[in-house]
């Protein structure tokens, strides 16, 4: 897998880009303004982490770029081309995993290939090998009920993969695990989308996640929010480092708490 | 292999349940034995209780003559028809309110309204609009349709918003949500609205009997209250209990069916 320096990234094929956005949500009630002038480009490839205190929008700017909410203001783009609806170039992993209780598990992951036409027999085909290959051959006609937390979480996934997008959302995919499943599961996934070269945005609340896994770590500010600073995340001990082994290198501690300061003075103002 | 305690307790779960049954029999025939003693100690009058024995006796006879299942099959069938059509109607019309927030919301009142309403108030209109044998179906699915919608209608509600995200975040359209999503997730929603259905639409049956009908085991019961002949309007009841409790095995047997294939278990 091919992996660009931090400062060539730009012109290394842009893949998503988000310019001026803004959006609020209306209710009879109120108006929100929950983003507001969201510059945003990421390339072919890269992985992005984005953290931010809580309801400040970050499941937002994952709809908006999976096409599921129009921005009010400003335009989002994929490969050039202005978001209208879901695309099925995108792949949007929702935090609980929501398989479907009266599929089995390859009737599960084959769930986005169906709604998306795809051909049946190859979808099943697909499906059956990435079960196979992330260690859940022998569960491909188990109920969803017979599967533990993390495994369920890998179904959703694989769901996902099936449908062949280019980029991967993850919205706080973990979130529901507890911590040592979570470290060995982000580990997973991590590798998997390396290992299928695709771009990926995770939204998460772990900062340990954001900076393990991703090239770049977006921080968002409190509502109305916007992207306040831009990580690249770089470590002396060479690239293609695991997850694991960036938890262990020397510059994660300054990223942590480099970002962790900023977090903590959006909380502070927020108060 | 089971150890010796979980046997002990699956012996006694079992046995439990075998002195569950045994005594729902015990006081069935304990309540037929008193009863056909009180008539025959002339505690009560039998010209108005009538007795087991004397039941016995009519339903033999009404059974030789062919005529007795004849009327319970004919409202077997209309209670059945009925059923279908006000779950194939109450599910179209809960699937248009799902589609159309716009039509449930317009709706909302007239639901209310209809649904409070006694359905039984209709009779005179379905007897001039149907006729004698078709008003029995318009008075059953009245009675059964409109609380078969709201069921239904609640049961797409209950389902997680974000199962249908999901489906919306692969672009799929409400046809696709509807079949892959809302009709499999509800199936324990359809069993919970069919066993009232059955109650409901046999309600609707029997009343539309009463009203117009010239056969059936409503239109028995009415005759046989008319002649004073208690035997008959009590065989009739009998064999309404029975066809209850028959209707309610099958959809039991669909509801063990049903959730074996979709995976919801109880
Ligand atoms: N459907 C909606 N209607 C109205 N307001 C909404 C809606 N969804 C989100 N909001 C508001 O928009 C803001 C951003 O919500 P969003 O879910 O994007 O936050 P988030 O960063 O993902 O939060 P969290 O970290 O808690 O998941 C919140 O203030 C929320 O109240
Ligand atoms: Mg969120």
């Known amino acids: 897998m091919a992996r660009r320096e931090s400062g060539t990234r730009e012109t290394n094929g842009e893949h998503i880009r988000l310019s001026g956005v803004g959006l609020s949500y209306f209710t009879p009630r109120e108006e929100t303004e929950a983003l507001r002038d969201v510059e945003l480009s990421i390339g072919k490839g890269e992985f992005i982490s984005i953290v931010g205190p809580s309801g400040c929008g970050k499941s937002t700017l994952l709809s908006l770029v999976s096409g599921m909410l129009k921005p009010t203001k400003g335009k989002v783009s994929i490969d050039g081309a202005e978001v209208t609806g879901p695309s099925a170039k995108v792949g949007y992993m929702l935090q609980h995993d929501h398989l479907f209780e009266w599929r089995d598990v390859l009737g599960n992951v084959t769930v986005g290939a169906e709604i998306r036409r795809m051909e049946k027999a190859a979808a099943k085909r697909r499906g059956a090998e990435l079960l196979e290959r992330y260690g859940l051959g022998d569960f491909i006609r188990h109920a969803p009920v017979q599967l533990s937390g993390g495994m369920r979480q890998r179904v959703a996934l694989i769901r996902t993969l099936v449908a062949e997008p280019d980029i991967l959302l993850l919205d706080e995919p973990f979130s529901a695990l507890d911590y040592q499943t979570r470290l060995t599961l982000s580990e997973e996934v991590f590798h998997i989308i390396k290992d299928q070269g695709k771009t990926a945005v995770l939204v998460t609340h772990d900062l340990s996640e954001a900076i393990s896994m991703a090239d770049r770590v977006m921080v968002m500010s409190k509502r109305p929010s916007t992207i306040s600073a831009v990580h690249n995340i770089v470590f002396d001990e060479g690239e293609g480092l695991s997850p694991w082994s960036k938890r262990q290198a020397a510059k994660y501690h300054d990223y942590f708490n480099a970002i962790w300061k900023e977090l903590d003075d959006h909380a502070v103002s927020a108060l | ?266």
């Open chain 2, 1 to 266: 292999m089971p150890s010796p305690l979980y046997e002990r307790y699956l012996r006694i779960q079992k046995r439990r349940q075998r002195l569950i049954w045994l005594t729902r029999l015990v006081l069935l025939a304990a309540f037929l034995v008193l009863w056909e003693l009180a008539a025959d100690w002339k505690w009560v009058d039998s010209m108005l209780t009538s007795k087991p024995s004397q039941l016995w006796g009519s339903f033999r006879e009404l059974a030789m003559e062919g005529s007795l299942f004849r009327h319970v099959w004919i409202s077997a069938q209309e209670t059945l028809i009925g059923i279908a059509v006000s779950m194939a109607v109450g599910t179209l019309v809960a699937m248009l309110f799902w589609w159309s927030t716009f039509a449930s919301k317009v709706l909302e009142p007239y639901m209310v309204v209809l649904n409070a309403l006694p359905k039984v108030a209709l009779g005179p209109i379905f007897f001039i609009w149907l006729g004698d044998r078709y008003s029995v179906y318009g008075m059953a699915v009245a009675i059964s349709v409109i609380v078969t919608i709201i069921m239904i209608e609640n049961g797409f509600k209950d389902i997680s918003r974000t199962k249908l995200k999901l489906m919306e975040s692969f672009g799929a359209s409400k046809l696709q949500m509807l079949r892959m999503v809302l009709l499999p997730a509800s199936v324990p929603h359809f069993i919970a609205t069919l066993k009232v259905n059955v109650g409901l639409t046999l309600v609707g049956v029997i009343m539309g009997e009463f009203l117009s009908s010239k056969a059936g085991l409503g239109y028995l019961i009415i005759y046989g209250g008319q002649v004073f002949q208690m035997n008959l309007v009590m065989v009739s009841i009998a064999m309404l209990a029975l066809l209850s409790i028959a209707l309610y095995g099958v959809v039991n047997v669909l509801e063990r069916y049903a959730r074996k294939k979709y995976h919801h278990e109880s």
